[in-house]
């Protein structure tokens, strides 16, 4: 099982929950200071959006639960 992890980042108010719970796939954008996927885990090199394996589930999710604005989307993916 994947999972697709969007991050609505023109809405993220750069506080810093989501990669300092989940530094292996969250991190800070160096330009705009909010929340991007590492380059590792992107889709198409979008920043906003990432393919997380199911070793990292609880990591992406647990970050999505902290999230203050609630912009970050995990959902599986069908294949
Ligand atoms: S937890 Fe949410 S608001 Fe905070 S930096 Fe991460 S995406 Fe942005």
Redesign the pocket.
């Known amino acids: 099982m994947k999972f697709k992890v969007t ?1 609505d980042r023109e ?9 300092e719970t989940c530094s292996e796939f ?1 991190e ?1 954008n160096s330009d705009d200071g ?2 991007q996927v590492i380059s590792e885990y992107r889709i198409k090199d979008n920043p906003a959006e990432g393919e997380a394996s199911e070793d990292l589930e609880d990591c992406v999710q647990e ?1 999505a639960d ?4 609630e ?2 989307d995990v959902e599986e993916m069908s294949d």
């Open positions: 991050i809405e993220c108010i750069s506080c810093g929950q989501c990669w969250f800070e909010f929340s970050a902290v999230c203050p604005v912009i970050i």
